[in-house]
C-alpha cells in the first residue's frame, strides 16, 4: 500500500480553531437549514468505535449510529483497508462496460446473508434511489408478465421511503406533501399499525386486523389491476419510531399481497443488516416474507454512500429477457461501493455482530423499560434489537404528546449532547404525530457502553433529584 500523503485536509482535521476561508461559520451546510445565529455544530475530528471527537477534543457516545446508519461503529480497519485497496486499484469502473470483482463478491455474500428469494442484487447509491430503484423493478416485473396496468405503490401513514421526488410520493408525511405534493403523482396510502396510541375503540390486535383490512378495501377500491405494490417498513424507521407491527397484521399484509396479485416491498434501508437482531427483518416474521428488499445504511455503515435492491432470480430474470431493467444512474455497482459493501457484511457476520445486536437490544430494553416506569413523560419503548424509539409525551396516562412547538425530541437531543450522548431525532409530520427519539447505536456495543448509552439517557435520575446525572431532565421537559 502506498504512503498517505497529507494535504490541507488533512491539516486541519486536528485543528481547533481551523481557518474558515471565505466560508461563514456554519457553511456550507447549516446554512440550508439553521436560522441565521443559531451556534455553529461542533466539527468533527475523528472517530472511532461508538465514540466520536470534535476539534476541541470533546469526546461524543454516538447513540444513533449517526442517522441510525453506522452500523459497525467508525474507523473500522477491514473497511478502510477495502476502500484503499479498490480506489488504488480503480476506484471507478463503468458498469457499462466492466464488470467488478468487488461488485460480483458483493452481491454473492449478500444474496448468501439474504437467503433464498433474494438471489438478485442491484447496487445503487444509497435508500430513496435504491426504493426508487425497487418500484422501478417492481413495475418492469409486471409488465414482463403483461401485467402493464398494475402501477400505483400503496404505503404506509406514518411512513419513510425517502426524500426524492418518486421516493417520497410514497412516504407518509403529510408536512412534506402540503409543501411538494403538487410536483409528485400522489400515491395511496393506508393507516400505520401503531401499537402505542391507538384510536378509540381498539386494542393492539383489532387495530392490526383493522390496518390490514383498510389494505385490502384500499387494493379494492383502488381496483386490484391498478395496484402494483405495497412498500413497507417492517420495523419502523424514524417515521413511526421502530414501529414493531404486531404479527396478525404481517401475516395479513402478505395474504392480501397474494390474493391481488401485489408484489410487496420491504424497505430495509434502516433496520436491515443485522440491526433488529436478525439480518432481515422478515426473518422475525416468518410468514411475511417480501418479493423485494431495499437495504442502506447498514450495508454501506456510513462509510460510503450505498443501497441495495435484493430481488428473485426467476423475476428479474423476466425482466432481462424482456430488454432488460431501464433503469441506471452513473454511479450504480460501483466499486468503491461495492468493497465498502462486501467489507462491512464480513465484519457484520464473521464478528457476530447480529447476535451482538439482538443482546444488547436486550440489555438496552431492560434499562429503557425501567427508565419508563419511573419517567412521567417516556410513554413508551418500542423496537427490536438496537433499533429502538422512546416516545416522549406530555401526559403519560392519556398519551397526550407534547404541544408541537415543545419540540420535545430536539429538547432532549441537545441537552444529551451537551454531556456528550447523541441521540437521533428529526421529525415526521412536523410532530403531529408524536414526538421520539431513536436509540440506535453502533451494533459493536459492548456491556459496559451500552450501560453507559442508558446511564446517559437516564440522567434525569430519580424523581427526587437523587441522582447525580441530572442534565436530560427526563422528569420535567419543559
Ligand atoms: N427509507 C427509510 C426507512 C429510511 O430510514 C431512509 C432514511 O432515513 C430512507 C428510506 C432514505 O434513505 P436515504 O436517506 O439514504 O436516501
Known amino acids: 500500500m502506498t504512503q498517505l500523503r497529507r494535504n490541507t485536509l488533512a491539516d486541519e482535521l486536528d485543528d481547533p480553531a481551523p481557518a474558515l476561508g471565505t466560508l461563514e461559520r456554519g457553511e456550507p451546510v447549516q446554512v440550508f437549514a439553521v436560522r441565521p445565529g443559531t451556534p455553529a455544530r461542533p466539527r468533527i475530528a475523528r472517530a472511532e468505535g461508538i465514540y466520536m471527537w470534535d476539534t476541541t477534543g470533546r469526546r461524543y457516545v454516538d447513540a444513533g449510529s449517526g442517522p441510525v446508519a453506522c452500523n459497525i461503529g467508525y474507523g473500522n480497519r477491514r473497511v478502510l483497508d477495502a476502500l484503499q485497496v479498490q480506489a488504488e486499484a480503480a476506484a471507478f469502473a463503468n458498469p457499462g462496460t466492466f464488470e467488478s470483482a468487488a461488485n460480483r463478491r458483493f452481491a454473492e455474500r449478500l444474496a448468501e446473508a439474504a437467503g433464498p428469494g433474494y438471489e438478485r442484487v442491484f447496487v445503487v447509491s444509497g435508500g430513496s434511489e435504491a426504493n426508487e430503484a425497487a418500484m422501478k423493478l417492481a413495475r418492469q416485473m409486471a409488465v414482463a408478465r403483461g401485467e402493464a396496468s398494475r402501477w400505483k405503490v400503496v404505503s404506509r401513514q406514518p411512513s419513510y421511503h425517502g426524500g426524492t421526488l418518486g421516493a417520497l410520493s410514497v412516504t407518509g408525511d403529510p408536512a412534506a406533501h402540503d409543501l411538494f405534493g403538487p410536483m409528485m403523482r400522489p400515491m395511496p396510502k393506508v393507516p400505520a399499525p401503531i401499537t402505542y396510541r391507538i384510536p378509540e375503540g381498539f386494542d393492539q390486535q383489532s387495530w392490526a386486523e383493522h390496518c390490514a383490512d383498510v389494505l385490502e378495501r384500499t387494493v379494492l377500491d383502488e381496483g386490484p389491476e391498478t395496484v402494483l405494490a405495497f412498500i413497507q417498513e417492517p420495523v419502523g424507521g424514524l417515521a413511526t419510531g421502530a414501529l414493531v407491527p404486531h404479527a396478525a397484521y404481517m401475516r395479513r399484509v402478505r395474504e392480501i399481497c397474494d390474493r391481488y396479485g401485489v408484489l410487496l416491498i420491504h424497505d430495509e434501508v434502516m433496520s436491515g443488516g443485522g440491526r433488529t437482531g436478525v ?159 431513536m436509540v440506535a447505536p453502533p451494533l459493536i456495543v459492548t456491556d459496559a457502553e451500552t450501560d453507559l448509552i442508558a446511564d446517559g439517557i437516564e440522567i434525569g435520575g430519580s424523581r427526587d433529584g437523587a441522582s447525580p446525572r441530572k442534565s436530560l431532565n427526563l422528569w420535567a421537559i419543559d
Open 279 to 437: 439480518f432481515l427483518s422478515h426473518e422475525h416474521w416468518p410468514d411475511c416474507r417480501p418479493d423485494l428488499v431495499v437495504v442502506a445504511k447498514g450495508a454501506g455503515a456510513g462509510y460510503f454512500p450505498l443501497g441495495v435492491v435484493l430481488a428473485p432470480r426467476d423475476r428479474v430474470a423476466e425482466v432481462a429477457g424482456g430488454g432488460g431493467f431501464m433503469h441506471g444512474h452513473t454511479a450504480f455497482g460501483n466499486p468503491l461501493a461495492c468493497a465498502v459493501g462486501l467489507a462491512v457484511l464480513d465484519e457484520t457476520l464473521d464478528g457476530g455482530l447480529i447476535a451482538n445486536a439482538a443482546s444488547q437490544g436486550a440489555r438496552l430494553r431492560a434499562r429503557l423499560d425501567a427508565l419508563a416506569e419511573r419517567s412521567p413523560i417516556v410513554g413508551d419503548v418500542r423496537g427490536k434489537g438496537l433499533l429502538m424509539a422512546i416516545e416522549l409525551v406530555a401526559d403519560k396516562d392519556t398519551k397526550t404528546p407534547f404541544a408541537p412547538s415543545v419540540m420535545a425530541p430536539a429538547v432532549l437531543a441537545s441537552a444529551a449532547i451537551e454531556q456528550g450522548l447523541i441521540l437521533y431525532q428529526r421529525r415526521t409530520n412536523a410532530g403531529r404525530d408524536g414526538d421520539w427519539v
